[in-house]
Protein backbone atom coordinates (compact mmCIF):
# COMPACT_ATOMS: atom_id res chain seq x y z
CA UNK A 1 0.00 0.00 0.00
CA UNK A 2 1.05 3.60 -0.76
CA UNK A 3 2.24 6.04 1.70
CA UNK A 4 0.48 9.23 2.09
CA UNK A 5 2.85 12.28 3.37
CA UNK A 6 0.85 15.88 3.81
CA UNK A 7 2.81 18.59 3.69
CA UNK A 8 1.54 21.81 5.58
CA UNK A 9 -1.94 21.70 5.24
CA UNK A 10 -3.70 24.92 6.61
CA UNK A 11 -7.76 23.67 6.58
CA UNK A 12 -8.74 21.73 9.05
CA UNK A 13 -12.33 20.50 7.76
CA UNK A 14 -9.83 19.70 4.54
CA UNK A 15 -8.10 17.37 6.23
CA UNK A 16 -10.95 15.74 8.22
CA UNK A 17 -12.35 15.32 4.80
CA UNK A 18 -8.96 13.43 3.99
CA UNK A 19 -8.84 11.31 6.68
CA UNK A 20 -11.89 9.73 6.00
CA UNK A 21 -10.81 8.92 2.58
CA UNK A 22 -7.62 7.59 4.49
CA UNK A 23 -9.48 5.07 6.63
CA UNK A 24 -11.69 4.67 4.00
CA UNK A 25 -9.33 3.08 1.89
CA UNK A 26 -7.59 1.16 4.48
CA UNK A 27 -4.85 2.99 5.22
CA UNK A 28 -4.56 3.95 9.25
CA UNK A 29 -1.32 6.37 9.22
CA UNK A 30 -0.32 9.35 7.22
CA UNK A 31 2.94 11.31 7.54
CA UNK A 32 2.32 15.22 8.52
CA UNK A 33 4.24 18.40 8.26
CA UNK A 34 2.38 20.46 10.31
CA UNK A 35 3.36 24.08 10.97
CA UNK A 36 0.02 24.91 11.60
CA UNK A 37 -0.63 22.42 14.17
CA UNK A 38 -4.08 20.91 12.69
CA UNK A 39 -3.30 17.72 14.13
CA UNK A 40 -3.44 18.08 18.02
CA UNK A 41 -3.88 15.58 21.13
CA UNK A 42 -7.18 17.35 21.94
CA UNK A 43 -9.53 19.97 20.99
CA UNK A 44 -12.14 22.28 22.26
CA UNK A 45 -16.01 21.36 21.93
CA UNK A 46 -16.83 22.67 18.65
CA UNK A 47 -13.50 21.74 16.84
CA UNK A 48 -14.42 17.48 18.55
CA UNK A 49 -17.98 18.02 17.45
CA UNK A 50 -16.51 19.44 13.59
CA UNK A 51 -13.93 16.79 13.66
CA UNK A 52 -16.38 13.59 13.88
CA UNK A 53 -18.62 15.32 12.17
CA UNK A 54 -16.93 16.13 8.84
CA UNK A 55 -14.74 12.77 8.95
CA UNK A 56 -17.11 10.79 10.09
CA UNK A 57 -15.03 9.23 13.04
CA UNK A 58 -12.57 8.30 10.86
CA UNK A 59 -9.84 11.45 12.04
CA UNK A 60 -9.41 9.56 15.76
CA UNK A 61 -8.87 6.10 13.27
CA UNK A 62 -5.37 7.19 11.46
CA UNK A 63 -1.99 7.88 13.11
CA UNK A 64 -0.54 10.94 12.62
CA UNK A 65 3.04 10.64 12.12
CA UNK A 66 4.55 14.05 12.87
CA UNK A 67 8.10 14.96 10.38
CA UNK A 68 9.45 18.38 11.45
CA UNK A 69 11.94 18.01 8.89
CA UNK A 70 10.58 16.85 5.30
CA UNK A 71 13.38 17.24 3.06
CA UNK A 72 15.48 15.44 5.24
CA UNK A 73 13.37 12.67 6.23
CA UNK A 74 12.39 12.39 2.55
CA UNK A 75 15.81 12.02 1.37
CA UNK A 76 16.60 9.22 3.60
CA UNK A 77 13.52 7.13 2.41
CA UNK A 78 14.22 3.99 0.59
CA UNK A 79 10.69 4.71 -1.14
CA UNK A 80 10.16 6.10 -4.46
CA UNK A 81 8.85 9.89 -3.64
CA UNK A 82 6.15 11.11 -5.87
CA UNK A 83 5.16 14.52 -6.08
CA UNK A 84 1.38 15.65 -6.81
CA UNK A 85 1.56 18.70 -8.59
CA UNK A 86 -0.39 20.64 -10.76
CA UNK A 87 1.84 21.26 -13.60
CA UNK A 88 1.06 19.70 -17.29
CA UNK A 89 4.90 18.63 -17.49
CA UNK A 90 4.29 15.87 -14.50
CA UNK A 91 2.89 12.49 -16.29
CA UNK A 92 -0.80 12.15 -16.01
CA UNK A 93 -2.29 10.19 -13.12
CA UNK A 94 -3.67 7.64 -16.49
CA UNK A 95 -0.26 6.92 -17.54
CA UNK A 96 1.08 6.54 -14.41
CA UNK A 97 2.86 3.40 -12.62
CA UNK A 98 2.61 3.17 -9.01
CA UNK A 99 4.86 0.68 -6.51
CA UNK A 100 3.21 -0.61 -3.40
CA UNK A 101 5.60 1.39 -1.14
CA UNK A 102 5.74 4.60 -2.99
CA UNK A 103 5.55 7.87 -1.01
CA UNK A 104 2.89 10.35 -2.47
CA UNK A 105 3.17 14.00 -1.30
CA UNK A 106 0.50 16.18 -1.25
CA UNK A 107 1.34 19.60 -0.56
CA UNK A 108 -0.85 22.39 0.98
CA UNK A 109 -4.54 23.90 -0.58
CA UNK A 110 -3.25 27.14 -1.26
CA UNK A 111 0.58 27.03 -2.67
CA UNK A 112 1.39 22.74 -2.99
CA UNK A 113 4.58 21.56 -2.52
CA UNK A 114 7.63 23.93 -2.38
CA UNK A 115 9.60 23.92 -5.60
CA UNK A 116 12.90 22.32 -3.38
CA UNK A 117 10.55 19.11 -2.35
CA UNK A 118 9.02 18.89 -5.83
CA UNK A 119 12.72 19.01 -7.16
CA UNK A 120 14.09 16.37 -4.56
CA UNK A 121 11.11 13.88 -5.63
CA UNK A 122 11.85 11.20 -7.75
CA UNK A 123 8.94 11.71 -10.25
CA UNK A 124 5.78 14.23 -10.63
CA UNK A 125 2.28 12.85 -10.66
CA UNK A 126 -0.95 15.34 -12.19
CA UNK A 127 -4.46 14.99 -12.60
CA UNK A 128 -4.96 15.87 -16.48
CA UNK A 129 -7.82 18.86 -16.01
CA UNK A 130 -10.04 20.34 -18.79
CA UNK A 131 -11.58 23.13 -17.33
CA UNK A 132 -10.07 26.71 -16.38
CA UNK A 133 -9.83 26.20 -12.65
CA UNK A 134 -6.09 26.44 -11.87
CA UNK A 135 -6.30 22.91 -9.51
CA UNK A 136 -8.63 20.77 -7.73
CA UNK A 137 -9.19 20.73 -3.96
CA UNK A 138 -6.52 18.51 -2.07
CA UNK A 139 -8.87 16.01 -0.47
CA UNK A 140 -10.30 15.67 -3.93
CA UNK A 141 -7.60 15.33 -5.64
CA UNK A 142 -5.55 12.59 -2.79
CA UNK A 143 -8.81 10.79 -3.49
CA UNK A 144 -8.47 10.41 -7.01
CA UNK A 145 -4.66 9.65 -6.65
CA UNK A 146 -5.27 7.25 -4.02
CA UNK A 147 -8.01 5.57 -5.80
CA UNK A 148 -5.97 5.26 -8.77
CA UNK A 149 -2.67 3.73 -7.07
CA UNK A 150 -4.80 1.29 -5.02
CA UNK A 151 -6.86 0.05 -8.52
CA UNK A 152 -3.12 -0.45 -10.24
CA UNK A 153 -2.39 -2.26 -6.85
CA UNK A 154 -4.69 -4.68 -6.50
CA UNK A 155 -4.60 -6.06 -9.90
Not at 121 to 139: F, M, P
Given at each position: ??????????????????????????????????????????????????????????????RWE??????????????????????????????????PDD?????????????????????????????????????????????????????
Open positions: MVNVFLYAPQDFRNLCVLARTLEVLGHRECFIFDPWRLVRERYGKARTREMRVVSAGAFGKIRVEEPEAFLSASRARVIATVADESATPLTRFDFEFLLFGSESSGLPSGVVSASHQKVTIATRGETQSLNLAVSLGIILFEAHRQLSR
